[in-house]
């Protein structure tokens, strides 16, 4: 009798893009693996929808079960929150002291806010890295003008990349919503957007960063570029020497890589992400890889990015066990659409750009591909037709618009 072939252990740590799409490559090969996910939270969050979430949407939009995305499969989910590596004896220590044993790790965390030592930010700014920050922030722009009765001196958001932006272009139509929503005389709204580059999406090409500049200070956006924050107080963010007056700060400027890397003494590259080779993996230990926001590659940073490194990771463990050439890692330039105001997009595809409606066309079709790419098609569909279904509750006192 033939002995049966013991399946490899796969262990794969975090919820979003990268984690969840290991997970379903690998779990179309069960013969070969025994796939586990561990993730510290319940939930599959996408962020770049979580702009939605404050301004008139619910945490439906941007929240998945990850036993949904699991339903079926042949893949054991954990939730818990990594501790630490023990390396020698191959396994994932649990802040329960719980242990996760692997012969491959693939390690997806994400980020963490980072808030450079300014004084005041994590007392007295919002958030906009989970669905309970963003949930935080909206609860406040509604209580506020309940208690108040009028918006407040200065919304201000502070950075200029995607986040900021999408917020920056949607939030002065959701405060002059909120108004009529409480019987607030309706007035003026004054966003403000600060960016310590002198143009917004300094990753991008300034022409890019430049049509959105224009876009925002067409819907009254005023940009505050090229200007550093040096802290902030209950009353007043200071930018550039000079006081902005404000009991509404989101931050949405910086972000670090998962402590848990430096915890456990990987070795991080130039822009303090983890050092991997060729094949993702790292370099002191070859049965641990690293994809998505917390590798050092090039287009690191980006949900496309995670899809595209899960999808690597996991062609290539079933390359190895069906005894094939492994491919080397080739980065793929991601396509970037920024939404910035009501049906206003500026895309950013290889050399190609263009602004608009059709840019926010091709937004709403990019959610739907990276909603397909871990739901079934009719999934995909009802997560983005969410918006259109659910009923913008008011979170302080639970009325309907």
């Not at 036993?67 to 630490?84: I, N």
């Not at 925002?216 to 505050?224: A, D, F, I």
């Not at 790419?373 to 259109?388: W, Y």
Request: with cysteine.
């Amino acid at each position: 009798m033939a002995q049966k072939t013991q399946k490899q252990r796969i262990v794969i740590v975090g919820g979003g893009f990268g984690g969840v799409k290991t997970a379903l490559e690998l779990s179309k090969h069960a013969d070969l693996f025994d796939i586990t996910l561990v993730s510290e939270r319940p939930d599959f969050w996408y962020f770049p929808t979580l702009y939605h979430t404050v301004t008139g949407g619910t945490r439906l939009q941007s929240s998945i079960p990850i036993e949904r995305l699991l339903h079926g499969k042949s893949v054991q989910f954990v939730q818990g929150k990594a501790a630490s590596l023990d390396r020698e004896n191959k396994a994932v220590v649990l802040e329960n002291k719980a242990t996760v044993p692997y012969d491959k790790l693939v390690l997806a965390l994400g980020v963490v806010t980072n808030y450079f030592g300014i004084p005041g930010l994590p007392e007295f700014s919002y958030g906009m890295k989970s669905i309970g920050e963003a949930e935080d922030l909206k609860r406040h722009l509604h209580q506020q003008i309940i208690d108040e009765g009028k918006p407040d001196l200065n919304y201000v958001i502070v950075g200029g990349g995607p986040t900021g932006i999408e917020l920056a272009g949607e939030l002065g139509r959701y405060m002059h919503h909120v108004m009529q929503r409480h019987g607030v005389n309706d007035r003026g709204v004054h966003i403000d957007l600060v960016e310590g580059m002198k143009h917004l999406l300094p990753r991008s090409p300034k022409s890019v960063g430049r049509a959105v500049e224009r876009q925002l200070r067409s819907l009254g956006v005023k940009l505050y570029l090229g200007e550093a924050v040096q802290g902030e107080t209950a009353d007043e963010l200071t930018v550039g020497g000079k006081p902005i007056r404000s009991h509404t700060v989101v931050w949405t400027a910086g972000q670090a890589n998962n402590p848990f890397y430096a915890a456990n003494a990987f070795n991080m590259g130039p822009h303090k992400k983890v050092a991997v080779d060729e094949f993702l993996r790292t370099p002191s230990d070859t049965n641990v890889f690293v994809i998505g926001d917390n590798a050092e590659t090039l287009y690191s940073g980006m949900a496309q990015t995670a899809l595209y490194d899960a999808d690597f990771v996991a062609g290539n463990f079933v390359r190895e066990l069906k005894n094939e050439p492994k491919l080397a890692y080739r980065p793929k330039k991601p396509v970037s659409v920024v939404p910035a105001g009501h049906r206003w997009a500026a895309v950013e595809w290889g050399n190609f750009h263009f602004y608009g409606w059709l840019g926010w066309f091709l937004r709403e079709a990019a959610d739907f591909t990276a909603f397909n790419d871990i739901e079934s098609p009719v999934d995909a569909i009802e997560q983005m037709s969410t918006e259109l279904q659910t009923q913008d509750l008011c979170p302080v006192c639970g009325s309907v618009a």
